[in-house]
């Protein structure tokens, strides 16, 4: 059976020197800034998943064991994202009756506390430094665990990858044998728990269309994309810019033929391919994607696309957008260099369609409030060295059972009742 990836923070694989000095440099701002929550609310709900309530200390203890990790973005949104979903996550581990037992803990904390060259006991002394509990450890790795169990048992023997697929993939990864595809794509907007399970069930209906008229009228009628007013028809794209749960999805079709539901940033995504080729360049292993964000008020309003417009013709680069916007905050303007399979979904598909110093304006961020001035600043690619047979069909394996896991993920999250009290 297939494995996928079981914790929602960052992948961790730093020196024990480096977890030291963050957690020193943790330490010096937690003494500048005092106790981050008083006695009497330490346990009061900051957000509320069906029946589960998450507390503002598990919310301190999350921040700061992230803060030890050194994820990117904003920390407390992380760290509220991910104690959300392991709360759907768990509950669905108890629907399925999923128990863990203590050894299965144990060496899923033994494996994390490797990656910096240590063992559980000293792993807890160093975080403990910076205040965060062992529970906390604990429950971070345990829920991984269990969604992982979760996963394996829903979707066992329903991930199978036939030699013929193997064989595919690897004739176009070996160098000199690159790919591109054409697609089309429907965007289905899901901002919200209504409009999610709206969503996932139109996504589904149209993973059947099995024609390239049908999928272009109903990207006319139904997609939020810009590229609906083209029958939802994208240019070519090389298959390796594309997010990975995309290529995953994509790589198996015949022309004509429609992915399963993808999540992405607000929205569900289905592509169709038209068409599939091989190219002399070589296919990337991996691909790094340095990209520029600024946020504009105003959403998709005419005054916010007048306004980007008039920045698109004065930034031939994202260091342009420095120049032209000087003393931005970094929530505003922002410039992220990441691997694809890191980017966020949405950015990395609008991203596919770019070349370097080209933008686009087709997203928001969630509720519409701001417009999104995406600009690409340049693509890297890491060339692949010999590839095995076995390696490659599992990680088609679990590029298919991440793609399963994140589309259940976003189903549970529409029939959740969810309060957020930290917007009160």
């Known amino acids: 059976m297939a494995d996928i990836q079981t914790g929602t923070g960052p992948r961790s694989h730093g020196s024990f020197r480096t977890l030291m000095a963050v957690v020193g440099a943790l330490l010096i701002t937690l003494s500048m800034l005092g106790s981050p929550a008083t006695a009497q609310n330490l346990f009061a709900p900051v957000k509320k998943i069906n029946d589960r309530v998450i507390t503002a200390y598990e919310l301190s203890q999350r921040i700061a064991f992230l803060t030890i990790l050194k994820a990117p973005g904003n920390i407390q949104e992380l760290a509220l994202e991910q104690l959300t979903n392991e709360a759907l996550q768990r509950q669905a581990a108890e629907i399925a009756e999923i128990e863990l037992t203590a050894e299965d803990v144990q ?25 965060v509990a062992p529970e906390t450890f604990r429950d971070f790795v345990s829920g991984g665990l269990a969604w992982r169990q979760v996963v394996r048992t829903r979707w066992a023997g329903r991930v199978n990858v036939t030699e013929d697929e193997v064989q595919r993939q690897l004739s176009l990864t070996r160098p000199g044998a690159g790919v591109r595809v054409l697609l089309s794509e429907i965007i289905l907007p899901a901002r919200n728990p209504a409009e999610a399970q709206t969503a996932n069930v139109r996504a589904s209906e149209f993973s059947q269309i099995n024609t390239i008229g049908a999928f272009a009228n109903a990207a006319r009628q139904y997609s939020v994309a810009p590229s609906r007013g083209r029958s939802g028809r994208m240019n070519w794209i090389d298959l390796s810019d594309l997010p990975p749960a995309v290529a995953a999805n994509v790589l198996p079709l015949e022309p004509g033929s429609v992915t399963q539901p993808i999540p992405v940033r607000n929205g569900v995504a289905v592509f169709q391919l038209r068409a599939i080729e091989e190219v002399d360049t070589p296919q990337a292993k991996d691909v790094t994607i340095d990209y520029a964000t600024l946020l504009l008020p105003g959403g998709r309003s005419g005054a916010a696309l007048a306004e980007a417009a008039k920045i698109r013709a004065k930034a031939d680069t994202c260091d342009d957008l420095y120049g032209i916007l000087p003393g931005l905050p970094e929530d505003q303007l922002k410039r992220v260099s990441q691997p694809i399979s890191d980017v966020p979904a949405a950015y990395a598909v609008e991203l596919a369609k770019l070349d370097v110093g080209e933008v686009s304006t087709a997203l928001t961020t969630p509720q519409g409030g701001n417009l999104v001035f995406l600009m690409l600043c340049s693509r890297n690619r890491d060339l692949p060295e010999e590839v095995s047979l076995e390696d490659l069909k599992l990680r088609m394996q679990n590029q298919r059972l991440q793609s399963f896991a994140n589309a259940y993920l976003e189903e549970l999250r529409a029939a959740a009742y969810i309060e957020d009290y930290t917007n009160q």
Do not use: K, P, S, Y
Not at 107 to 131: K, S
């Open 107 to 131: 060496t899923g904390m033994e494996e994390f506390a490797g990656r910096f060259n240590l063992d559980v006991a000293r792993f807890n002394q160093i975080i403990a430094q910076a205040g």
